[in-house]
């Protein structure tokens, strides 16, 4: 079974910083990328920032300048650094995987369980 188990977020305050973890587990031969999404309550998810295998990023604009994915591909862990965080940045965050391909040949995209990050004004 393919999962994603994050780690991090919490509370801080305005400006503040904070690291999410992703990591995906699990009979994994290969992930084409991985992403970082939000919610807040009544919306949809919202696509914060990806990362491909072959470490192509992309922010969406209200992350750009403040956020930064990254991976560690030996440890199929994917992060996401929040710094300068504003309250409009409060949501749950989830992350994603994009074409998880098992060792039995499966097609896998999983989600997170989702973490809650909070930023006080």
């Known amino acids: 079974q393919v999962q994603l188990v994050q780690s991090g977020g919490g509370q801080v305050q305005d400006g503040g910083s904070l690291t999410l973890s992703c990591v995906a587990s699990g009979s994994i031969h290969s992930i084409h990328a991985m992403y970082w999404y939000r919610q807040t309550p009544g919306n949809q998810r919202e696509l914060v920032a990806g990362?491909?295998?072959?470490?192509?990023?992309n922010y969406t604009d209200s992350a750009k300048g403040r956020f930064t994915i990254s991976k560690d591909d030996a440890k199929r862990a994917t992060y996401l650094r929040m710094n300068n965080l504003k309250p409009e940045d409060t949501a749950v965050y989830y992350c994603?995987?994009?074409?998880?391909?098992?060792?039995?040949?499966?097609?896998?995209?999983?989600w997170g369980q989702g973490t809650q990050v909070t930023v006080l004004s």
């Open positions: 994603n995987a994009e074409g998880i391909v098992t060792m039995g040949g499966q097609l896998k995209e999983p």
């Open positions: 990362i491909t295998f072959g470490g192509t990023r």
